[in-house]
Each structure stands twice: as C-alpha cells, then as structure tokens.
Nanobody, 121 residues
Framework: QVQLVESGGGLVQAGGSLRLSCVASGTIFAINTMGWYRQAPGKQRDLVATITSGGYTIYADSAKGRFTISRDNAKNTVDLQMNSLKPEDTAVYYC???????????????WGQGTQVTVSS
C-alpha cells in the first residue's frame, strides 16, 4: 500500500505564503499523477493542482498565477508553493497520488490525511 503524509499547513495572513509538502511511502511500484485538492467547510473537495510524472501540470483557475506545484519523482514527493494567499484559500488541503504498489495491481488513488490552511484577513 501507498501512504501519503502532508506537512506545511498553518495560519497565515492574507498576502502571505505557505509551502505544502507531501511524501509518498510504503510499497510503491509506480506513481503517475500527484497533486492537491482542497475542501472548505460545507463545500466539495476541489482540485487545486496536479502534476504528472513527466512534469505536465494543471491548475485550477483560482490557483493560476499564485500557486506552483512541483515534484521529485526520485523521492516521491510533491510540493505546493502558495503565494498571495487569500481568505478564500482557507481549506483542508489533501495530497493525492495515482499509482500502484506492484506491477500486477491496477492504478489506485491514494489520499493523505489533509492539512489545514487558514488565511486570515
């Protein structure tokens, strides 16, 4: 199985920055896509940014120009640099990965436990 652990959340003032990190561990054969979702209270979980093993990225419109996703394939890590944070960025941020734990398995989606990001006005 693949486990994901996030770090880097916290409280920041509007206009500030935070960097989220996520590391995948466990029995890993291959990880394809990694990325971040977020979920604000009472709302659905939405994609923030995603990155493939080849480095192709996709950002939500709300993240474009402010957030940068990066990845280290050798270390199975994915980071999210968040700049110019706004109160509406307040949410629990979840790391996810699409991959498999052995050659014989099918791809599965794995989730981290989430890290709280709070942006004060």
């Amino acid at each position: 199985q693949v486990q994901l652990v996030e770090s880097g959340g916290g409280l920041v003032q509007a206009g500030g920055s935070l960097r989220l990190s996520c590391v995948a561990s466990g029995t890993i054969f291959a990880i394809n896509t990694m990325g971040w979702y977020r979920q604000a209270p009472g709302k659905q979980r939405d994609l923030v940014a995603t990155i493939t093993s080849g480095g192709y990225t996709i950002y939500a419109d709300s993240a474009k120009g402010r957030f940068t996703i990066s990845r280290d394939n050798a270390k199975n890590t994915v980071d999210l640099q968040m700049n110019s944070l706004k109160p509406e960025d307040t949410a629990v941020y979840y790391c996810y990965a699409v991959g498999k734990s052995s050659y014989y398995n099918s791809d599965a989606v794995y989730w981290g436990q989430g890290t709280q990001v709070t942006v004060s006005s």
